[in-house]
C-alpha cells in the first residue's frame, strides 16, 4: 500500500484531446467540437475520483476517449505505463477487458431481446473465458455481487421486466464480471429515482472498495460527490478547471466556476426559500467556438479585464494536490 | 381577483380525491383520497417517489387525464367552489389557464417544433381570453423577461434555444395568464444545477412580485426546500404528511419522510445518506393497512388497519398511527 505514491499511476491523461469534426451532408467541414480539450490528470489504482460538470461540458466524450472507444485527436491516455494509441488487436481486446463501463442510459445499456444470462456471458465468451461452467459460476457471482438475487431467477429474465435499478445492477455486474482494474461510470444514477440513486452509488462504491478498483464517476450531481468519491475534478467547456481532494474542494474552492457551483447547490432546508441564489449570468459556451482566454471568462464575476479575456490560463497549484486553473490563484 | 376577503382562506382546497386508471390488468389507484390546502401566495411542494401519483393528480386538477382515466371523486374547490363538478365548457372559460395553469413534465420537450416560440407563449391568452394577435405578443414579450429571457427570442424557434431556455419558455406560457395557481410538474429536473437553481430564482421572484400560488411537483428534496412552504409527501397514491416546510425539512414526523429525508444526500454534512430499503407497494393492488408498512421499521400491530389522519400541529397532517395521541383524530 505505502508503495503506491511512488508507484506508476493506473491511469493518466495527458493534454488529452477529443474533437469532433461537424460535417454537413457528410463532406462539407463546418466546425470542429472541442469536446475534450488539453485535460490532464492521474489515477491511482484502486482510488475514486468524480468528474463534475454541466450538461455538455465533455464528461462522455472524456469517458469514452479514455475507454478507447473514441480516439484522441492529441495528447494520449496511459494505462499501466502503456499509451493506448499503442494499441492495436488483441492487446486493446484486453485493455477493454480490464477497464469496465457503465453507460449513461441504463435503458439502452442491455440488449432488449437477450436475457440476462446472455447478456452476461457474451463479454466472457467475447474474451475467451470458459468452460461454460466457469461462465456460469461468475455469473452467479456477480448476480449475487450486485444484489440480484435469487441468481438462478434473475438469470432468465429480460430488460423490460426490471425496474430501472434493477437494469443498472445488471450493467454494473456485467463491468465487474472481467475483474476490472478500472470503472467507468458516467452519471450510472442521473435516470433513475431520486430514491434508487444512494443504493446504486453505495453498491459501486462497496464493490470499488472490496475489489480495489478504480473508479472514475461521471456526474452533474455535485451533492453525490461525497461519499463516493476521494477526489474531484471540475469540468468546464472542455477542460478540467479545478482538482483537489473532496474535502478540500468543499471547505476551500479555488476556482470561480466551482465556487458558483457550490453556491446555487442547495442541501435541503427551509431557510432556502427565504432568498435568492447568486448564480452567474449566462449559459455554458459553444465547444464550437468557445470563448478566448479563460472560458468561464464571460460569466466570472471574478474576471479581471486585460488578462482572464486573452489568456489561457495554466493549472496552478493553489495547495498540496490541488489544482485550479484561474489566473487569481497565479503566484506572485 | 380574490373572492374572498379573508387571505388566509383556502384558494384551493382538495379533498379525498380519487381517479383510477383502467388498464387490462384492472383499475390502478393513481390518486387514492388525497386531502391537500392551498393559500394564497403559498408555495406547496408535492414529494414522492416515481410512480406513486403526483402526475396523475396535477392531471385530475387540471382536466388533462389520458383517456383511460376514470371520473375522478371526491371535491376541489377554488374559493370554496367545486370546479370538479364544472361542464368542461366553463371548467376551460373559468379555471384551466385562466386561474390555474399548469406546467405539464417534460414540457419543454413538447413545444411545437415549427411555430416560433412566441407564437406558442402567446396562444394561451389567445384562445382562452380571445386577446389580439399584437396584444398577446406584447404580454409573451413581458413574461420573457420575467423568466429571464431576452424578448427577441420570441421569434425563435424550439430547437435554437438550450434546454433551460425552452423550460423558461414554458414556465412564461404558464405566466401570461396572470393565474392565480401554477401548478409545475418536475420542471427543473432534467436540467443543470446552475440552471435548476437559477430558474428556482425566477419562480421564487414571481411569488414575491405577483402573489402567486404554487404546487411544485418534484422528487427532488433539496430542490424543493427553495421554494416550500408547506410539503405533501406522497406514497402510493396518498398524502402520508402535509407539513410546514420548517417542520418537514428539519423534523418530519411520518418514519416515511424521516427516512427520506436521511437518504437524501447532502454536500455539507458527514453522514452517509441511508436508501430506503423495499419498493412501493403496487397501485392495483394495494395491502390492507398502513401502505408504507413493508418498509416502515417502526410498525406495530395496529398497523395492519388502514391509519387515520392526526394533527400533530397547527396544519401538519400525518397518516401514521404512531401519531394517535390518544384518539385525538
Ligand atoms: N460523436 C460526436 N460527434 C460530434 N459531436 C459530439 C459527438 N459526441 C459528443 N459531441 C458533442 O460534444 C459535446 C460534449 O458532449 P458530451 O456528451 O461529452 O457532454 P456531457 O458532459 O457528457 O453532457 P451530458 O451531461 O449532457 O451527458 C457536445 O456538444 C456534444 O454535442
Ligand atoms: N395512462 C395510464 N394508464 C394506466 N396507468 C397509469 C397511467 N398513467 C400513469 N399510470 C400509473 O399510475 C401511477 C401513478 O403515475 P404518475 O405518473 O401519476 O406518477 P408520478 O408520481 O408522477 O411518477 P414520476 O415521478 O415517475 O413522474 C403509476 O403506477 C403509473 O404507472
Ligand atoms: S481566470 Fe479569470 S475569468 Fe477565469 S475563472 Fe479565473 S478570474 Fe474568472
Ligand atoms: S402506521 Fe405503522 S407502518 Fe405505517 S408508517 Fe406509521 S408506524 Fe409505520
Ligand atoms: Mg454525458
Ligand atoms: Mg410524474
Known amino acids: 500500500m505505502n508503495t503506491r505514491a511512488q508507484q506508476e499511476p493506473l491511469l493518466v491523461a495527458d493534454d488529452l484531446q477529443t474533437h469532433f469534426e461537424l460535417r454537413q451532408w457528410g463532406f462539407i467541414r463546418t466546425g470542429t467540437v472541442r469536446a475534450v480539450d488539453g485535460v490532464r490528470f492521474t489515477l491511482d489504482a484502486g482510488e475514486a475520483v468524480a468528474v463534475v460538470g454541466e450538461s455538455g461540458c465533455g464528461k462522455s466524450s472524456l469517458a469514452r476517449t479514455l475507454l478507447g472507444l473514441n480516439r484522441p485527436t492529441g495528447g494520449d491516455v496511459r494505462f499501466a505505463g502503456q499509451s493506448l494509441a499503442e494499441l492495436r488487436g488483441a492487446a486493446m481486446k484486453d485493455y477493454r477487458a480490464r477497464v469496465g463501463y457503465v453507460q449513461q442510459d441504463p435503458y439502452g445499456a442491455l440488449p432488449p431481446f437477450m436475457d440476462i444470462r446472455r447478456a452476461l456471458e457474451e463479454p466472457l465468451i467475447v474474451h475467451g473465458i470458459g468452460p461454460r461452467a466457469e461462465r456460469e459460476r461468475r455469473i452467479d457471482a456477480a448476480l449475487e455481487e450486485v444484489g440480484l438475487t435469487p441468481a438462478a431467477e434473475m438469470r432468465g429474465k429480460f430488460p423490460h421486466q426490471l425496474s430501472g435499478g434493477q437494469q443498472q445492477r445488471v450493467v454494473i455486474a456485467r463491468a465487474l464480471l472481467l475483474r476490472p482494474k478500472l470503472i467507468i461510470a458516467d452519471e450510472p444514477v442521473s435516470m433513475l429515482d431520486a430514491s434508487v440513486r444512494v443504493e446504486i452509488l453505495d453498491l459501486l462504491h462497496r464493490v470499488q472498495r472490496e475489489h480495489d478498483i478504480a473508479l472514475i464517476y461521471i456526474t452533474h450531481d455535485l451533492s453525490t460527490v461525497r461519499h463516493y468519491a476521494g477526489r474531484v475534478m471540475v469540468m468546464y467547456a472542455g477542460r478540467i478547471v479545478e482538482q483537489a481532494p473532496v474535502d478540500d474542494l468543499l471547505a476551500a474552492p479555488q476556482h470561480p466556476y466551482t465556487e458558483a457551483l457550490l453556491s446555487a447547490l442547495a442541501d435541503p432546508d427551509p431557510a432556502n426559500a427565504r432568498h435568492m441564489r447568486e448564480i452567474p449570468a449566462g449559459e455554458a459556451p459553444s465547444l464550437v467556438t468557445p470563448p478566448p482566454g479563460c472560458r468561464f471568462h464571460p460569466r466570472c464575476p471574478q474576471a479581471m479585464a486585460g488578462v482572464c479575456e486573452t489568456r489561457d490560463p495554466p493549472d496552478f497549484h493553489p495547495a498540496p494536490e490541488h489544482r485550479a486553473a484561474c489566473w487569481l490563484r497565479e503566484p506572485e | ?329
Open chain 2, 1 to 329: 381577483m380574490a373572492v374572498t376577503a379573508n387571505p388566509d382562506s383556502p384558494l384551493l382546497e382538495i379533498e379525498d380525491l380519487r381517479m383510477q386508471y383502467r388498464t387490462e390488468q384492472g383499475p390502478v389507484n393513481a390518486v387514492d383520497g388525497v386531502n391537500l390546502e392551498i393559500r394564497r401566495n403559498e408555495a406547496l411542494v408535492v414529494l414522492g417517489e416515481s410512480g406513486c401519483g403526483k402526475s396523475s393528480l396535477a392531471k385530475v386538477l387540471l382536466r388533462t387525464l389520458p383517456r383511460n382515466a376514470g371520473r375522478p371523486s371526491g371535491q376541489v374547490r377554488l374559493d370554496g367552489r367545486d370546479v370538479l363538478a364544472l361542464s368542461e365548457d366553463r371548467f376551460r372559460r373559468e379555471v384551466r389557464w385562466v386561474r390555474i395553469a399548469l406546467v405539464m413534465q417534460a414540457a419543454m420537450n413538447a413545444l411545437n417544433p415549427v411555430v416560433r416560440v412566441g407564437e406558442q407563449v402567446a396562444e394561451p391568452l389567445r384562445i382562452h381570453r380571445g386577446w389580439s394577435r399584437r396584444a398577446a405578443m406584447a404580454r409573451a414579450a413581458e413574461a420573457f423577461e420575467e423568466v429571464g429571457i431576452a424578448a427577441d427570442f420570441l421569434q425563435r424557434y424550439p430547437h435554437e434555444l438550450s434546454g433551460g431556455m425552452r423550460q423558461r419558455a414554458v414556465l412564461a406560457m404558464a405566466l401570461v395568464t396572470d393565474p392565480d395557481l401554477v401548478i409545475l410538474d418536475e420542471p427543473t429536473s432534467a436540467l443543470d444545477v446552475l440552471t435548476q437553481a437559477s430558474i428556482m430564482n425566477v419562480l421564487k421572484g414571481i411569488k414575491r412580485d405577483r402573489g402567486t400560488s404554487f404546487v411544485l411537483i418534484t422528487h427532488d428534496v433539496a430542490t424543493s426546500s427553495e421554494l416550500a412552504d408547506r410539503v405533501a409527501l406522497m406514497y402510493a397514491g396518498q398524502v402520508v404528511e402535509e407539513a410546514p416546510a420548517e417542520a418537514f425539512f428539519t423534523a418530519p414526523a411520518h418514519p416515511y419522510s424521516q427516512m427520506l429525508m436521511a437518504s437524501v444526500p447532502r454536500l455539507r454534512q458527514e453522514a452517509a445518506p441511508v436508501p430506503i430499503p423495499g419498493r412501493p407497494p403496487s397501485l392495483q393492488d394495494p395491502p390492507a393497512g398502513c401502505r408504507f408498512a413493508a418498509r416502515c421499521p417502526r410498525r406495530f400491530e395496529r398497523c395492519a388497519d388502514d391509519p387515520a389522519v392526526f394533527h400533530p400541529d397547527e396544519r401538519h397532517r400525518v397518516r401514521c398511527w404512531l401519531h394517535d395521541a390518544g384518539g385525538t383524530g
